[in-house]
């Protein structure tokens, strides 16, 4: 067995890393704007890594300069998508994820009426891709929420902010319902509480009583409810169209067969399928629910609120893999990053320059462990590794066979999981260009096929260049995964 025929091979980017032109066009302030440049690259402490405050908000904003604020200028896709997505059709992509910045359509979430220059932006960039015969799959909130909704209401804790996603996920569906057929509302949706920040623009000392952790959850019942409106709306509006729910795949073994390593991975695993469990069955689980009023946290939720999450449930379920996690009671586990997480090292894997375990056998795991759970279409819509050995050589080719061997090996795991019978619609690549990356806003996070040339400090002329990876992808999606070599 292999690939299914028609199987959406592709990439997958999203506006706040690539996009740039922070102020062109109308464009609001995103929380992507603020975010600041660290050169660090073995993260032990995401909280501290992450930490924001309403006055480095306020700071960030008094400056105009974007050196120190690498998203703000991206890779300057909004001038370059022809050119980028010539690149992708070159390599015969079928499918590009790709975001919809919500602060290009309501500069600041609270307008009633959309910005008309942003709606022609995204228009113009779906239609090149149908000309180009490129599928979009959109995300509508990928890690770009208003600033204002943050400085205003403190994100999505405030109740009112569902409605102000609503009327942007219907003003995209009514513009871009004709060339879309695959959408996602959050992109890991799971991570509000890792990055409460960049998810949902949750500022700590903007918490009220209920502290961090307790209005994270509440943000979270807030997406929830917006993500199963959406999706009910998405259904009524576009027949066809289909919904996915994005989870970030943190697959956690146990370090040790001894039982109490067990059960902390078993309690990991549930944590992470917390939110896919509300988006596919339609219901809060009660064993992570008893978790947190155990805790004493509570969600605030309105009458009707349960019922509309169980009719707005997805028809796929998509998700990112990076690598996988090892958990262990031992305190003196050494521990190592991973995709903002922190995870005991596993013996048997290696590592890239940021600690993230390279597990492709895990891939596999982790699909066959969803397919099972969910008996939902599932389709890979992250997974790639970060690297800065890329080296443009005097002729400007770029060799870079550790991004072919990292793709090889997950792809044969992948494919042994259709195998196994999985049933997978789809595949994208964390990034087919190189980009922005999310936790560090380095440059120097090499994720793609195609080079960028910018440094981290935003020097470079900007100029895409093809990496051997390049080539050898536009091979697999021309024989549809069954050259490798
Ligand atoms: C995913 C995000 O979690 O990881 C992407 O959805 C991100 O936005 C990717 O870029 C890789 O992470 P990083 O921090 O290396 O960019």
């Given at each position: 067995?292999?690939?299914?025929?028609?199987?959406?091979?592709?990439?997958?980017?999203?506006?706040?890393?690539?996009?740039?032109?922070?102020?062109?066009?109308?464009?609001?302030?995103?929380?992507?704007?603020?975010?600041?440049?660290?050169?660090?690259?073995?993260?032990?402490?995401?909280?501290?890594?992450?930490?924001?405050?309403?006055?480095?908000?306020?700071?960030?904003?008094?400056?105009?300069?974007?050196?120190?604020?690498?998203?703000?200028?991206?890779?300057?896709?909004?001038?370059?998508?022809?050119?980028?997505?010539?690149?992708?059709?070159?390599?015969?992509?079928?499918?590009?994820?790709?975001?919809?910045?919500?602060?290009?359509?309501?500069?600041t979430g609270e307008e009633l009426q959309p910005n008309q220059e942003g709606i022609d932006f995204y228009r113009n960039v779906f239609e090149e891709m149908k000309r180009l015969n490129i599928e979009p799959l959109v995300t509508l909130s990928h890690y770009e929420p208003p600033l204002n909704l943050t400085l205003k209401y403190n994100g999505w804790t405030d109740r009112r902010v569902v409605d102000m996603f609503v009327r942007f996920c219907k003003t995209c569906f009514e513009n871009y319902g004709e060339y879309v057929k695959y959408w996602l509302t959050f992109n890991e949706v799971d991570s509000v509480i890792r990055h409460p920040f960049t998810t949902a623009g949750i500022v700590p000392d903007l918490c009220d009583e209920r502290g961090e952790k307790g209005c994270c959850f509440q943000a979270l019942h807030h997406q929830f409810v917006a993500a199963a409106k959406a999706t009910k709306l998405l259904h009524e509006m576009v027949p066809g169209a289909q919904m996915g729910c994005m989870l970030t795949k943190l697959t956690t073994y146990p370090n040790t067969c001894k039982p109490e390593d067990v059960l902390a991975t078993l309690n990991k695993n549930l944590e992470n399928y917390?939110?896919?469990?509300?988006?596919?069955?339609?219901?809060?689980?009660?064993?992570?629910?008893?978790?947190?009023?155990?805790?004493?946290?509570?969600?605030?939720?309105?009458?009707?609120?349960?019922?509309?999450?169980k009719e707005g449930t997805v028809d796929f379920l998509s998700f990112s893999y990076y690598?996988?996690?090892?958990?262990?009671?031992?305190?003196?586990?050494?521990?190592?990053?991973?995709?903002?997480?922190?995870?005991?090292?596993?013996?048997?894997?290696?590592?890239?320059?940021?600690?993230?375990?390279?597990?492709?056998?895990?891939?596999?795991?982790?699909?066959?462990?969803?397919?099972?759970?969910?008996?939902?279409?599932?389709?890979?819509?992250?997974?790639?590794?970060?690297?800065n050995e890329d080296i443009v050589q005097p002729d400007g080719s770029i060799h870079d066979p550790y991004r072919i061997d990292y793709f090889k090996r997950h792809f044969i795991e992948m494919k042994k999981a259709v195998e196994d019978g999985v049933e997978l619609m789809g595949y994208t690549s964390w990034a087919p260009i190189d980009l922005i990356s999310a936790s560090t806003n380095q440059m120097s996070k090499r994720y793609g096929f195609i080079y960028v040339d910018q440094d981290n400090y935003g020097n470079g002329t900007l100029k895409r260049l093809r990496k051997d990876s390049f080539y050898w992808y536009q091979e697999v999606i021309r024989t549809n995964g069954e050259n490798l070599e």
């Open positions: 067995m292999s690939f299914p025929k028609g199987f959406l091979w592709g990439g997958a980017i999203a506006a706040n890393q690539v996009e740039g032109a922070w102020n062109e066009g109308g464009k609001g302030w995103s929380v992507s704007d603020v975010a600041t440049f660290k050169p660090k690259t073995d993260v032990k402490d995401y909280k501290a890594h992450n930490a924001i405050s309403s006055d480095a908000i306020r700071k960030a904003m008094a400056d105009a300069d974007d050196t120190y604020y690498p998203k703000r200028r991206g890779i300057d896709f909004y001038h370059h998508y022809k050119e980028d997505l010539a690149l992708f059709a070159e390599m015969g992509f079928k499918v590009l994820r790709l975001s919809i910045a919500w602060t290009r359509i309501y500069p917390f939110y896919s469990d509300v988006m596919i069955w339609g219901e809060y689980p009660r064993i992570g629910m008893t978790k947190l009023e155990n805790e004493g946290i509570k969600i605030d939720m309105e009458d009707g609120d349960l019922e509309i999450i690598q996988s996690c090892t958990e262990s009671v031992d305190p003196n586990a050494e521990r190592t990053p991973g995709n903002t997480i922190l995870g005991v090292k596993n013996p048997y894997l290696p590592s890239n320059d940021w600690g993230w375990q390279i597990d492709p056998v895990g891939l596999r795991i982790s699909l066959v462990e969803l397919y099972d759970r969910y008996r939902k279409p599932l389709f890979i819509v992250e997974n790639g590794v970060g690297s």
